[in-house]
C-alpha cells in the first residue's frame, strides 16, 4: 500500500515547523551565540528569525503555491546556514540539521509539483 502524496507532504511540514520553531524559540539562547559567533549583527539574526517564522507558516497555507514559495524560502535560508557552517569550519554535527530541513524542503516542493 502506497501512501499518499497529501499525506507525505503534510508530515514534512510538521517535521520542518516542529524542527525550526524548536531551533528558534526553545533554543534562542544557543541562536544568539552562534550568530554572534559568525561574527553576524543581531539584526541580520532577527530578519532571518522572522523570515523562518514566516516561511514556516506560508507551509501550512491551502494554497499549493504559497506552500512551495514557503518551502523555497526556508530551502534557501538553509542554504544560507549550511554555506556560513562550511565557511566557519563547524563539523557534521553542526550542519547536519540545517542539511537535513533543506532536503524536505525541496521533498514538500517536489512532492507539490509531481
Not at 501512501?3 to 524542527?19: F, M, Q
Not at 524559540?25 to 544568539?32: A, G, L, M, S
Not at 526556508?74 to 542554504?79: D, N, V, W
Not at 549550511?82 to 514538500?108: E, Q
Amino acid at each position: 500500500m502506497l501512501i499518499p502524496n497529501d499525506v507525505i507532504i503534510e508530515v514534512l511540514k510538521i517535521v520542518v515547523t516542529i524542527s525550526i520553531l524548536f531551533v528558534w524559540f526553545v533554543r534562542y539562547e544557543n541562536i544568539k551565540i552562534e550568530f554572534k559567533e559568525y561574527g553576524y549583527p543581531s539584526w541580520f539574526r532577527d530578519l532571518i528569525g522572522i523570515l523562518k517564522i514566516s516561511f514556516t507558516a506560508m507551509l501550512h497555507s491551502n494554497n499549493v503555491g504559497v506552500v512551495n514559495i514557503g518551502s523555497l524560502g526556508i530551502f534557501l535560508l538553509m542554504l544560507g546556514a549550511v554555506y556560513t557552517h562550511f565557511m566557519v569550519k563547524n563539523g557534521p554535527r553542526k550542519y547536519f540539521a540545517s542539511l537535513a530541513i533543506l532536503v524536505t524542503c525541496i521533498m514538500i516542493i517536489y512532492l507539490n509539483i509531481a
